[in-house]
């Protein structure tokens, strides 16, 4: 599903305008992504958890050439489903 088929399926579910609802997804992504930035876990009980993780730096292998380089460190935005959204999906 991408975004345009979310945004249909919200209208169906919701019978608000397909404007509207493009609007209310762009709302929800704005909003866990400046929670992200600052660095603020979000949880959406039932469905899941959106967190900023640090990845330590480390070495590693250009596949091309074999070359070994250093990776550095950054933050990474990390997803962990909650146990109603694992069931759903078994």
């Known amino acids: 599903?991408?975004?345009a088929k979310l945004v249909?399926?919200?209208a169906d579910q919701t019978g608000l305008t397909k404007k509207a609802s493009r609007e209310v997804v762009?709302?929800?992504i704005s909003a866990i992504t400046d929670s992200l930035v600052r660095e603020e876990r979000v949880t959406?009980?039932?469905f899941g958890t959106f967190q900023v993780?640090?990845?330590k730096a480390r070495r590693g292998?250009?596949?091309r050439t074999g070359k070994e380089l250093q990776i550095p460190a950054?933050?990474?935005p990390k997803?962990?489903?909650?146990?109603?959204?694992r069931e759903a999906v078994e």
Not at 79 to 85: D, P, Q, V, W
């Open 1 to 3: 599903m991408n975004k």
């Open 8 to 10: 249909e399926e919200v």
């Open 26 to 28: 762009d709302a929800i």
């Open 44 to 46: 959406l009980v039932g």
């Open 53 to 55: 993780m640090e990845r």
């Open 61 to 63: 292998r250009n596949p």
């Open 74 to 76: 950054k933050k990474a």
């Open 79 to 85: 997803f962990k489903a909650g146990r109603s959204l």
